[in-house]
């Protein structure tokens, strides 16, 4: 339900009478205050147990049409109001017959002439540190090397700094031993 949509729901099943908490459980919450907290981000305070327009808010959503996301019919289907689902479905019968012919071959394949294997060789970064728990410590670095190891991670997004650093001293003390 979109946010305006769903704040005139409220405010209409409140004009029905019912009372924040019957709304609240028509709604889902688990809570009035989270409820409650919604309407006051959207401009209403409430005054006597009901949401009311506050005076102060550039919030107004009054004129706003309230429209079913779906209903449903008397052959117990459903009918979306969306023009974007019949343009999809529209679509879809256009190109029926190629994607009848696409079940049809995905049917009729046979795995086992499928055995083609491709390897592939990641020769990137390999992590391999031992399982312990981490430790804080503050070091002083050459800030042209800091800023390349900075902009080395944000290229390897994959893994943490804390990671990289450490296999970096990983490698350094093995290449150097």
């Known amino acids: 339900m979109i946010t ?37 981000k959207r401009g209403y305070k409430v005054e006597n147990d ?32 969306a023009n974007n689902i019949k343009q999809d479905m529209i679509e879809i019968i256009e190109h029926k017959e190629d994607i009848f012919d696409m079940l049809k071959w995905f049917k009729s394949r046979d795995d086992n002439s499928m055995t083609e294997v491709i390897e ?22 050459n800030k042209i090397i800091w800023e390349d190891f900075d902009k080395f991670c944000i290229e390897n997004k994959e893994f943490n700094k804390q990671d990289l650093m450490a296999q970096a001293l990983k490698d350094f003390m093995k290449n150097n031993n």
Do not use: F, W
Not at 29 to 40: A, Q
Not at 121 to 133: Q, R
């Open 120 to 141: 592939v060789i990641n020769e990137g970064i390999k992590i391999d540190l031992p399982d312990s728990e981490t430790t804080r410590t503050t070091i002083r670095i």
């Open 4 to 40: 305006i949509e769903k704040a005139n729901y409220i405010l209409q099943l409140q004009r029905e009478g019912k009372s924040r908490h019957d709304i609240k459980d028509i709604l889902g919450y688990k809570h009035l205050d989270s409820m409650t907290k919604y309407m006051r």
């Open 50 to 81: 009901i949401y009311v327009l506050n005076g102060d808010s550039c919030h107004q959503y009054s004129n706003v049409e309230v429209k079913p996301m779906a209903t449903i019919d008397d052959n117990s289907m459903t009918n979306n109001n």
